[in-house]
């Protein structure tokens, strides 16, 4: 018999590697303009019975790779069994807990938007359960609304941490009011300070989600500003960040095609991080894990870590209008993954002919190239 497993489409990630389990279906509020994921889906609820059997039919796919690692001679190893799935996966739940145990084994994501919706006492079953299946997982994250955590009590997150879960990821996308309003967020700063004390005082490790770019070339000054205030008010253990990209499926894409919107440039967008930095004070872990991400390599302790991260901006913005250039291009068609390979000649090469052939040799490339390469590359 075919071992399958419910699937949503997305996860963070830092979530590479985890087992993945559909604790509800899509998004309850779906409303926010540079989202796409859930659009056209309805939210709903699973039930502890439907989450268990996935969860049990996840076991006994980890069992049958046990049992094939018997039987090839790898003493129950998983990993090298493991690998061969991978090679070639009957289904999408194979091929998740395959790569799972490749990895490790060790992590679990619980699936969709906002599983904190549900009720607290049926999310904390399901977390004890997937533990009592798998003891071998240390750590089960998840992701949340601002709104939904900011209602929960801190009993209530307490119960949840001590069922095991470890981690909750958070999209604050932006601290600034206005923009959280026009982009219909459905959460104000306030709620997502309230939500991000009351998970890090539940002693649940919590990720913060930051949109570079969000505010456009209206809003980016106060963006920068106002999600360094109200991330200092929260002092998560993680901000992360990634930079705004677009499809024809968000409710943003017709925005920017009316006038409503006007993004910025990459240029423009790493000046706004510049303040973002410069402005964060608390006691963080900054990390910039998103191929979306100009300069990927901004990224550490805070606030130690704060003048080897602002040296990397600086490094760039000191570099010739060409070079400049050059590394844009680069870096949006996959050719640099840091600014240190600015300096390896073939890869410098590429780019120049990159740039030759898409201005059509007068090495001028306008922004909408540079958006369409970025959004191309992803
Ligand atoms: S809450 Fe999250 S998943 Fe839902 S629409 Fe907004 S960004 Fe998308």
Not at 129 to 143: A, W
Request: aromatic share 8%.
């Amino acid at each position: 018999m075919m071992h399958s497993f419910e699937l949503g489409p997305i996860r963070p990630p830092s979530e590479a590697y985890s087992l993945l389990i559909r604790a509800t279906r899509n998004c309850p509020w779906n409303r926010c303009k540079f989202c796409h994921t859930y659009k056209g889906q309805q939210f709903q609820l699973r039930s502890v019975a439907e989450i268990k059997q996935d969860i049990q039919t996840a076991k006994a796919l980890h069992d049958r790779i046990k049992e094939l690692s018997w039987k090839s001679g790898y003493g129950g190893r998983l990993k090298e069994v493991a690998g061969m799935v991978l090679s070639n996966p009957p289904d999408d739940a194979s091929r998740n807990v395959a790569l799972w145990l490749y990895a490790g084994g060790e992590s679990a994501f619980l699936q969709d938007a906002n599983s904190l919706i549900m009720k607290n006492d049926e999310l904390a079953e399901v977390i004890r359960f997937l533990k009592e299946t798998f003891p071998g997982i240390n750590r089960i994250t998840s992701y949340a609304r601002s709104k939904t955590a900011a209602r929960k009590k801190l009993a209530e997150l307490k119960e949840l941490g001590e069922a095991g879960l470890s981690r909750l990821h958070i999209g604050l996308e932006s601290g600034y009011d206005p923009l959280l309003q026009y982009m219909d967020k459905g959460v104000t700063a306030a709620e997502h300070i309230k939500a991000g004390r009351n998970v890090v005082e539940s002693g649940i490790s919590l990720s913060e989600y930051v949109i570079l770019g969000l505010g456009g070339k209206k809003m980016w000054r106060e963006h920068a500003i106002e999600t360094a205030r109200v991330l200092n008010q929260i002092a998560p253990d993680f901000i992360r960040v990634r930079t705004l990209s677009i499809n024809q499926r968000m409710p943003l894409f017709n925005e920017i095609e009316n006038g409503n919107f006007i993004r910025a440039t990459d240029e423009e967008i790493l000046e706004e991080e510049r303040r973002l930095i410069e402005h964060l004070e608390c006691h963080s872990t900054y990390v910039s894990d998103h191929i979306t991400n100009l300069l990927q390599e901004i990224e550490g302790k805070l606030p130690a870590d704060k003048p080897k991260m602002l040296a990397s901006i600086d490094r760039f913005q000191a570099l010739p209008p060409e070079e400049k250039a050059n590394f844009i291009v680069g870096r949006r068609v996959g050719i640099y993954t840091e600014l240190d390979e600015l300096s390896d000649l073939r890869r410098h090469q590429l780019a120049e002919r990159f740039i030759n052939r898409l201005s059509q040799g007068t090495n001028e490339i306008d922004d909408q190239t540079i958006y369409t390469l970025m959004e191309g590359y992803i």
